[in-house]
């Protein structure tokens, strides 16, 4: 890799930190991965080197653990994940979940409740560090939700102690419209946001976001948020770039985190988090 390979300058013009930064935050779909879902041989080669020297890069996704096992091997096949928006951090070597921010079983009935009787016709699947299950009218239609081995049934028989990520679908409402009515209607009981194309609210637990989760590991490794880069394109990663030091929204993200975050990222059609990280650890 030669630095005439990446530009030498951010996209608006920022100025580089005086120090490297001491960890990386990514987002995933939108973010790091290309339009096809994968990461680019120049992406893998930017990791690669930062592997080399000590720099950890945290993965921070909406995506749930059954959605991550085609890309471990891409990224390195080591290291910590910050999962389902801040629910789970999965220890990517041994496979297994090291930390998970449960909603409890009450709270799931309530909330599904109340945005029932606010939005009629909402349906609802659950994400959990044991799987997937949902109701019958959740998206049946994709492929990905339809695996024999997923529980299907009534919300108030799948919950348990392990959900860690409720998922309400509408099929008429707009997206962010329907957003802001899932937030008024139980934003006082969980964290609600958004990240697909798609009429999809994904809701945590109270307080459970990206950043929060982050915020926890970095204290575990002695990294300040100043240390921090991070990197996002939707709404579900605006605590994540307000929390970090150094905030990029790529140039293909959301109106409100382009507005948002401090610098602009190249877009994820172009290797914009690569580029980035090349300029700002000088490869």
């Known amino acids: 890799m030669t630095t005439s390979d990446v530009p030498r ?24 991965l290309g339009p096809d879902g994968a990461v680019s041989s120049y992406t893998r080669e930017v990791l ?21 096992e085609t890309l471990w091997a891409e990224v390195g096949g080591h290291g910590l994940a910050i999962l389902s928006n801040g629910g789970i ?11 998970a921010h449960t909603i409890a079983p009450d709270v799931l009935v309530r909330v599904a409740a109340l945005l029932r009787a606010a939005v009629p016709g909402t349906t609802f699947a659950l994400e959990k560090t044991t799987g997937f299950s949902r109701e019958p009218d959740f998206m049946p239609r994709m492929q990905v939700n339809t695996d024999p081995g997923f529980p ?8 348990d102690d392990q959900v860690v990520k409720l998922l309400a679908r509408h099929e008429e409402q707009e997206p962010e419209e329907f957003w802001r009515l899932a937030e008024e209607a ?5 964290t609600t946001t958004w990240s697909s194309v798609g009429t999809l609210v994904e809701i945590s637990g ?17 990294i300040d948020r100043s240390e921090v880069v991070a990197f996002g394109d939707m ?30 990222a190249p877009h994820h059609a172009d290797d914009g988090v690569a ?9």
């Open 9 to 32: 300058a951010d996209e608006d013009g920022a100025v580089a930190p005086p120090a490297p930064p001491r960890l990386v935050a990514t987002d995933l779909d939108g973010t790091l």
């Open 48 to 68: 690669l080197a930062l592997e080399e020297r000590d720099v950890p890069v945290v993965f921070v996704t909406g995506r749930p653990i059954r959605w991550m």
């Open 275 to 283: 580029r980035t990280l090349a300029r700002l650890f000088g490869l």
């Open 206 to 222: 109270a307080g459970v976001t990206k950043a929060s989760t982050l915020a926890s590991l970095c204290g575990d490794l002695g």
């Open 186 to 190: 139980v934003g006082h009981e969980v």
């Open 152 to 159: 299907v049934g009534a919300l108030e028989e799948l919950v």
């Open 235 to 264: 709404p579900n990663d605006l605590p994540l770039l307000d929390w970090a030091g150094h905030a990029y929204a790529m140039e293909n993200a959301h109106p409100s985190v382009l507005a948002s975050a401090e610098h602009a």
């Open 89 to 99: 951090v999965y220890d990517v070597a041994s496979h297994s979940v090291r930390r």
